[in-house]
């Protein structure tokens, strides 16, 4: 059975731990696939034998060796992810045999060409928006380039049979997360929203897709047996938040932990560190690439434009988890975030009639207090 750290405090040392484990697949000739967004159809990297790793960064340690070469106005998870890289302090990087990048924003676009200095790095063209046949033709070429390259690196061949077999695996693992992250359906909720975020960013360092599986749906269990013996019919005076906007994991303890000890549960992540790309299956009946093509294009990121699913997941949710309010995380210089973010306020505040509250922060400690003055004041007036 998997290990993760007990009281969830060590993501660190689950990060340190799977250093050891990704340089063992390697002495095993296990090719690693670095990726940095939820668009990437990771089956394809899983039907090449290869395993995938998040490089996306969520320290400030390493943001200073990035600003030598990139503006300091830029989204700190960008500058975090390069400083790793050019710093040679992440094991992750370095044990990469390829980076895979997709155009999404500006400042991701525009880094990969530094990293390509550094490591092969394949950037998919994702389309700008997310219309059934202009932009789903692109996507789909973009999917069978990335297959052919993976083909050629790896000296394999990606079979119809194979990819189907991922995809049905995949899906299966999908299914197993988004039953871990609606425990927040259960009122009061039994777990909290920084375990949610630190168990699944800790589970992506540990390369054992059956332990990891085996660990969340341990974990579920528990939980939803401690609801029912302790939780359930009990009334919590917490308000019930939903987290959206950018990942949150360089900023868990500056944001998640401030709202949760502040007073308030958070329920519910609509953004890519959570639900976005579980709640729709990859269609298990199609042609695979044509399947894989639908299911990527349609996740709901504001790098779209427009991006109507998004609006569409807040509606659902924000009933299903019984909100009380909503705040956004827009991470430091993420435009589109930024942009959105008034639509999002609008579509909280006036259809939903919900309090909404808008973060716009980095990975440094310097608004730690402004955040919290203004996480309190929120929480107050619920
Ligand atoms: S699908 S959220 S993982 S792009 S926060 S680097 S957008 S400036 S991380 Fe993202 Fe894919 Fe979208 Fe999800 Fe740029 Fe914004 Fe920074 Fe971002």
């Known amino acids: 059975m998997l290990k993760l750290p007990e009281n969830f405090e060590n993501y660190e040392e689950a990060r340190r731990e799977g250093f050891l484990k990704v340089k063992a697949l390697k002495e095993k000739g296990v090719p690693v696939v670095g990726i940095f967004c939820t668009y990437t159809p990771i089956e394809l990297i899983h039907a090449a034998g290869a395993v995938a790793v998040s490089l996306c960064g969520t320290s400030e340690e390493p943001i200073h060796y990035a600003e030598k070469h990139l503006p300091k106005n830029l989204c700190p998870l960008i500058k975090s992810s390069y400083g790793f890289a050019i710093s040679e302090q992440c094991p992750y990087f370095y044990f990469s045999d390829l980076i895979v990048g997709e155009t999404t924003c500006d400042g991701k676009k525009k880094m990969y060409e530094l990293l390509g200095e550094i490591k092969p790095v394949h950037v998919m063209h994702l389309p700008q928006g997310q219309d059934k046949k202009h932009a789903f033709e692109y996507w789909r070429e973009e999917l069978i380039r990335l297959k052919e390259a993976l083909e050629d690196r790896f000296n394999v061949k990606i079979t119809d049979e194979i990819l189907r077999e991922e995809i049905k695996k995949r899906n299966r693992e999908r299914k197993i997360l988004l039953d871990y992250y609606e425990l927040g359906k259960l009122n009061p909720s039994p777990i909290t929203g920084s375990e949610i975020n630190e168990t699944i960013e800790a589970l992506g360092f540990q390369f054992d897709r059956k332990a990891q599986c085996d660990f969340i749906l341990e974990r579920t269990r528990e939980l939803k047996e401690k609801y029912d013996r302790e939780l359930k019919g009990t009334k919590s005076s917490r308000p019930r938040i939903l987290i959206t906007g950018c990942p949150v994991g360089g900023v868990r303890d500056k944001v998640l932990r401030t709202i949760e000890d502040s007073g308030a549960d958070i329920v519910a992540f609509e953004n890519c ?102 996480v309190n004041a929120l929480i107050e007036m619920l």
């Open 273 to 374: 560190s959570g639900v976005r790309e579980k709640m729709t299956l990859v269609d298990e009946s199609k042609d695979p690439i044509d399947a894989l093509t639908e299911k990527y294009l349609n996740v709901s990121c504001s790098v779209m434009t427009p991006n109507p699913r998004r609006f569409e997941a807040l509606d659902e949710m924000i009933d299903e988890y019984e909100i009380d309010a909503v705040i956004e995380v827009v991470l430091q210089a993420c435009h589109t975030f930024n942009i959105e973010s008034h639509k999002v306020k609008r579509f909280v505040t006036e259809k939903k009639k919900k309090p909404y509250l808008c973060l716009e922060t980095d990975y440094s400690k310097t608004d730690v207090g402004q955040i919290n003055t203004r």
